[in-house]
């Protein structure tokens, strides 16, 4: 990705109320997460069919979904250079403005209620942040696009909590018909399950797409900060 654009998406006049550290922390984390996004939307290019026309509702699903990577990296961003110069997120916050962005944007959302159990004051790392944020955008993402395809109005949770080692566990549930069968998430292609299994990776994490009576869990297990 080129400089100039990691150095666009970096509020310059804010700059100097940082320390450097921080200030080299939330760069550094920003212009990850851009290439990541970059990568994606490359991959998604060079997957496009050769035929002139495409589906307007396909177009406008993928252009949907590259919005809300991208938004994810930028709320991000904001918090990291709000939060007094220290290169730590609240979890709750960040989110709850996460999931508030997908609900207004994905044209699938209107028919999901969403519901949070995110204990508050729960600090983490700008790199766990990142991967969290990438992840549990394309998990709802996914609900809303797939858990109830009859169109019927569904529920989905979003629960964190801290483990007695200092672990931290993030899941997204929803209510609907859980995966089709035969598909496997560890492997499958899909540009949504490959970065969630990478932002997994990413943060050492063990993520589990677990089928519940009532849909899909999808479950990232965090170790305790070293």
């Not at 921080?22 to 998604?44: F, K, P, T, V």
């Not at 007094?84 to 044209?107: F, H, I, K």
């Not at 970065?195 to 797409?209: E, H, S, V």
């Amino acid at each position: 990705m080129p400089l100039k654009l990691v150095a666009e998406v970096i509020d310059e006049s804010i700059r100097p109320a940082l320390p450097a550290t921080a200030a080299s922390e939330a760069d550094h984390r920003i212009a990850n997460n851009l290439m990541i996004i970059a990568g994606l939307i490359r991959s998604q290019a060079a997957r496009l069919p050769a035929a002139p026309t495409l589906p307007t509702a396909q177009v406008r699903d993928w252009l949907e979904e590259m919005s809300l990577r991208i938004d994810a990296v930028g709320r991000l961003h904001a918090l990291l250079r709000a939060d007094n110069g220290t290169a730590v997120v609240d979890l709750a916050t960040y989110l709850r403005e996460v999931a508030q962005a997908a609900m207004a944007s994905l044209s699938h959302a209107d028919r999901t209620e969403v519901s949070f159990d995110l204990p508050a004051a729960c600090a983490i790392s700008a790199k766990q942040a990142a991967g969290i944020g990438l992840l549990v955008t394309e998990a709802m993402t996914n609900a809303f696009k797939y858990s109830h395809p009859t169109g019927v109005p569904g529920k989905l949770s979003i629960t964190t909590g801290r483990a007695h080692d200092g672990g931290l566990t993030i899941e997204i549930a929803d209510d609907g018909v859980g995966l089709p069968e035969g598909f496997d998430p560890e492997n499958s292609k899909s540009n949504g399950f490959r970065l969630m299994r990478a932002a997994a990776a990413q943060l050492r994490g063990r993520l589990a797409f677990e089928q519940t009576a009532l849909g899909l869990c999808v479950r990232l297990e965090l170790p305790a900060a070293g």
